[in-house]
C-alpha cells in the first residue's frame, strides 16, 4: 500500500506564506509525477503546480510567481511553497503522486487534502 500524507495548511492574512509538505510512504516504488490540487467552494478543481521526475515544473496562471513546487527524491516528498497569498487561494489543497510498487501498475495516489484559508 501506498500513503500520502499531507501538512503545512492553515490560517494566513493576505500577502502572508505557507508550505505544504507531501510525504509518500508505504511500498512506493518508482514516483514519476508530483502534483499540487486545490478545490475551492463552489469551484471546480485546479491544477496548482507539478514537477516531474526530472524537475520540470508546470503552474497555474493564477499562481505563477508566487508558488513554488519542489520535491526531494530521497525523501519521496513535495512541497508546495505559497508566497503573496490572497483570498482567492483559499481552498483545500491535495496532494498527488504517480506511482507504481515494485508489482504493481503505474497508478494515481492521492492525499487526504489540507485546507489552506487566506484571510483577515
Known amino acids: 500500500q501506498v500513503q500520502l500524507v499531507e501538512s503545512g495548511g492553515g490560517l494566513v492574512q493576505p500577502g502572508g506564506s505557507l508550505r505544504l509538505s507531501c510525504a509518500a510512504s508505504g511500498s512506493i516504488f518508482s514516483i514519476y509525477s508530483m502534483c499540487w490540487y486545490r478545490q475551492a467552494p463552489g469551484k471546480q478543481g485546479e491544477l496548482v503546480a507539478a514537477?516531474?521526475?526530472?524537475?520540470?515544473?508546470n503552474y497555474a496562471d493564477s499562481v505563477k510567481g508566487r508558488f513554488t513546487i519542489s520535491r526531494d527524491n530521497a525523501k519521496n516528498t513535495v512541497y508546495l511553497k505559497m508566497n503573496s497569498l490572497k483570498s482567492e487561494d483559499t481552498a483545500v489543497y491535495y496532494c498527488n503522486v504517480i506511482g507504481r510498487t515494485a508489482t504493481g501498475p503505474r497508478t494515481n495516489y492521492w492525499g487526504q487534502g489540507t485546507q489552506v484559508t487566506v484571510s483577515s
Open positions: 514537477i516531474t521526475n526530472g524537475g520540470i515544473t
